[in-house]
Every structure is written in C-alpha cells, then in structure tokens.
T-cell receptor, first 119, second 113 residues
Framework: DAGVIQSPRHEVTEMGQEVTLRCKPISGHNSLFWYRQTMMRGLELLIYFNNNVPIDDSGMPEDRFSAKMPNASFSTLKIQPSEPRDSAVYFC?????????????????FGPGTRLTVT | GENVEQHPSTLSVQEGDSAVIKCTYSDSASNYFPWYKQELGKGPQLIIDIRSNVGEKKDQRIAVTLNKTAKHFSLHITETQPEDSAVYFCAPGRGSTLGRLYFGRGTQLTVWP
C-alpha cells in the first residue's frame, strides 16, 4: 500500500487566495483526520471523519476553513481566504479503527504533510 | 476534553544511555495510550501503544508503562542510538470507533554519538 497520500507537498500562496489541500487515505480505513502543526501550537486536530461523516470540527479555527469527504478515498481541506497566520504543516491521517484480526486497532497513519506558506 | 502534558520538552543523552519521557493526562475515561515518533520532514508514526488493562508493554528497546491511578504513562528507550533522535509525542484517548487522540506538545530527543 502507498500509505496516506497528500498533495501538494508544498504550497506558497499570497494572502487572500484560496488554498485546497488534498488527501487520499489508506484503502479500507474508515476514519480520517486533519491536523495542523506549528512551533507555537504544536499538533492540533482540526476535524475528523468516520465513514465519510464529520464527527468533530471544533478544532477548525474559523469559518475560513472547511473540509469535505465526498467518498471513502478522498478528502479536501480548504482555506478561503488564506492569511499569513495559516502558514503551517497540514497533516492528514487515516485509521482502520475498531476490531480487526489480532485485536483492536486505533493507530493513525499519517501522510507526509503539506507545507503551506502564506505571504 | 483531555489535558495532556509531556516532560521533558527536550532531552539529550549519550549513545547507549536510556531515555525516559513522561506523559500525564486528565481524562479518567482514557483507555488507549500510544507513543508516536516524528522524524524531521515526516509525519508522526506509531512506535508503541498500551491499553488500560495492561501495566507495561515492551518491544525490543522500547517500552511503555502505565499508572492509571496516577494518570500518567511513560516511554522508555534503552541502549539509545543516534537514529532514535526525533520528536516523540504521547497521545492518550478513548479507544473507540468515534474517539480521538489528544497529542502532547512533544519531546525533542537528541542522542549524541
């Protein structure tokens, strides 16, 4: 398996522009998480989905952020309009969650991240 | 929600020495206690986890111990090697199909050759 795939790996944009980050989870995983990592705030959970349904979006900083999961193999995180303080590394993670052979598995598999710079 | 604290925030050891990182949490309902390792330029990766019905778990040079009464668990790395240098995160949570993990602020471990 290729693991969690994120695109783009790097994004540089100007303040006010729309940014769309993409994620393809591991096939068969039923949960998907979006995180943001900065030196100041550490690793923050923005939103997570279970079976394509958003479960908790309380970590989304403001209305400029939105996330969708139209099917089990694709999710997007959109920022519109972007601001310099949105600069961070954004990670997507997926998890099989629940019981499987050998016991329960709640491991989260992280993608390589998207480094976003807003100037 | 869960209040998670990790100590120390940075740790430097000589190659071959042991390293211990401690994580305290506040939610008594947490029952799943993993540790993640993040290497430079990569996403975090699970290295070991433990459930609340177990007090200790070992996997070669790494181990995790849990004190559920005191609400803390620790990562132990023995015979450290330079490739152990990374940021380590604890992430307690409720192991369920709808639960989430609460990541600590991380510990930067540096192993000097």
């Amino acid at each position: 398996d290729a693991g969690v795939i994120q695109s783009p790996r790097h994004e540089v944009t100007e303040m006010g522009q729309e940014v769309t980050l993409r994620c393809k989870p591991i096939s068969g995983h039923n949960s998907l998480f979006w995180y943001r990592q900065t030196m100041m705030r550490g690793l923050e959970l923005l939103i997570y989905f279970n079976n394509n349904v958003p479960i908790d979006d309380s970590g989304m900083p403001e209305d400029r952020f939105s996330a969708k999961m139209p099917n089990a193999s694709f999710s997007t995180l959109k920022i519109q309009p972007s601001e310099p303080r949105d600069s961070a590394v954004y990670f997507c993670a997926s998890s099989p969650r629940g019981w499987s052979r050998g016991g329960s598995s709640y491991e989260q598999y992280f993608g390589p991240g998207t480094r976003l710079t807003v100037t | 929600g869960e209040n998670v604290e990790q100590h120390p925030s940075t740790l430097s050891v000589q190659e071959g020495d042991s390293a211990v990182i401690k994580c305290t949490y506040s939610d008594s309902a947490s029952n799943y206690f993993p540790w993640y390792k993040q290497e430079l330029g990569k996403g975090p990766q699970l290295i070991i986890d433990i459930r609340s019905n177990v007090g200790e778990k070992k996997d070669q040079r790494i181990a995790v111990t849990l004190n559920k009464t005191a609400k803390h668990f620790s990562l132990h790395i023995t015979e450290t090697q330079p490739e152990d240098s990374a940021v380590y995160f604890c992430a307690p949570g409720r192991g369920s199909t709808l639960g989430r993990l609460y990541f600590g602020r991380g510990t930067q471990l540096t192993v000097w050759p």
